[in-house]
Nanobody
């Protein structure tokens, strides 16, 4: 079992920065592929960044060059550093985890609101 707890959301002005954290429980953090999703009002949840167990990262075009996903296996925590924020980044952000031996099963955090004012 994996439980995820997110933190770090809030209100920020356009051009500002935020760091989201995703703390995981359990003993398998190093075997987790982690992702960050977001869901804006009236829109579908979308994958914006992912990091493999080997530290390979991928980003959606909408955040590439502005957001950075990382992980600290010793702390069992994943991060999403968000810079140059835009009003269109406003959404609820969710942490996602998949165990490498069970890739079709998703674990989700509770979500954290990010609001970017213009």
């Amino acid at each position: 079992q994996v439980q995820l707890v997110e933190s770090g959301g809030g209100l920020v002005q356009a051009g500002g920065s935020l760091r989201l954290s995703c703390a995981a429980s359990g003993s398998f953090f190093s075997s987790i592929t982690m992702g960050w999703y977001r869901q804006a009002p009236g829109k579908e949840r979308e994958l914006i960044a992912a990091i493999t167990t080997d530290g390979i990262t991928n980003y959606a075009d909408s955040v590439k060059g502005r957001f950075t996903i990382s992980r600290d296996n010793a702390k069992k925590t994943g991060y999403l550093d968000m810079n140059s924020l835009k009003p269109e980044d406003t959404a609820v952000y969710y942490c996602n985890a998949k165990l490498v031996w069970r890739p079709n099963y998703d674990y989700w955090g509770q979500g954290t609101q990010v609001t970017v004012s213009s």
